[in-house]
């Protein structure tokens, strides 16, 4: 009997131990709230001499326990900086004042993703200073280190309603900036946490067809285990498909590492935000990438609290899995693009001369020509969005509220890309928009006085 005891006390101690150890459960006090907004594409401090309608916005901004955006951009003064604008870009040259640090910590912002496709702009060196004015300025920040260790680590913020975790990743990101760790001799390489993804692009059963031929016809050609089903042809590969589109196949070390990451941020902290950055299948594209939504739910079947997507420039749909959110994109928060300087490489990219043509000149002819189609980042759509607000009972979501914001479009080049709030018509229209996009995710959004509002019940268990 008395071994009985001292076997079920052991087992006790050691579930009471996997509780306090291995569990990825929320822990957050009621009424915790979350702001997560979108790409921070931002040249010089927002806060002087800002208007009413962005000091309503940096009220949102400041009164939630975490504000949220993802930091596209290197800080620097490029008076005292060492590096250089590198030949692999993200598509163009990302450059702030070091001004912006205090500034984005005025705004409220106190935690930033860093995994993105222009996180080396500028090289090791640009991410370097970029941590440094970051750090100097209390803002927490992850997705970018010295090796893929300390890229995919979450990074932990203290707040008054709990500890925050922030897991950041980007699927879209230039070939040499992704870090990877030490093997043997080799030293680990810094950069960001990226995912990688294997790229289909599908077509019809006869065009299939047509693209065997051409392949069959190309000298060199060996065939090797063919699959009746997928082409490959100058290194794309194609599969058939009901339309045409893109489809993608997750790199699984990557996920493995990814998930892990989240289990050991979660661990120890009582909430979890996770951030991918991507532009699949393209800019254009309203709707999210075919592997999007089964990777969201696996991160937050994880630990993950909130799921914010961002890269697009553009909203995409907003689903709610297991009281927690998804945010497919939240588009732009601030696209004040004013890039000085930039580099020669960009510059011959746009048939520019340095001699004769400005970086205005350069930034205006890359937002006209866009990415993948004709829909140019000048275009409207480009310059609306919202913050979301998430308010989290009983350690679920509780409501969301959506506040939509513009970005000053038909503002002059200098002037544009600081948010304000939308007049109510344009208000309307954006979450109408949203709505619609929302839709496919059976999320049901209301409108009251041009703010869109998702209520949810949480369940009566923590």
Known sequence: MENDLHRDSHDARQNRRYDLVGSVATNVADGFTL??????IVTRPQTVGCDSRFGAIVSILRDADVTFGNMETTIFDIRSFKGSPQAEYGGAYHISLPELGPDLKIMGFNIVS?????????????MRETSRVLDQNGIVHAGAGENLAQAGAARFLETARGRVALVSFASTFTPLSRACDPAGEAPARAGVNALRLATNVVVPPQMLGSLKRIRDALPGFRLVNENPNRVVLAGTTYKAGDKAGYSYEVDTGDIADILRNIRRGKQFADFCIVTNHGHEPGNWSQEPPDYEQSLAHRLIDAGADAYVG??????RGIEIYNGRPIFYSVGNFIMDDLRTPIGADMF???GKDP???TDAEVTLAEMARGYETDLGLSDPVFYESVVTVSRFEQNQLSELRLYPIELGCSKRFANRGTPRLASPPQARAILERLQELSKPYFTVITIENDVGVVRLRPSSTP
């Not at 702001?35 to 921070?40: F, H, K, Q, S, T």
């Not at 961002?310 to 909203?315: A, E, I, N, T, Y």
């Open 355 to 357: 001699r004769i043509d």
């Open 348 to 350: 011959a990219a746009y």
């Open 310 to 315: 961002h890269g697009p420039h553009q909203l």
């Open 35 to 40: 702001v997560a907004v979108g790409d921070l």
């Open 114 to 126: 860093r995994a993105n496709n222009h996180a080396l702009d500028w090289g090791v060196e640009g």
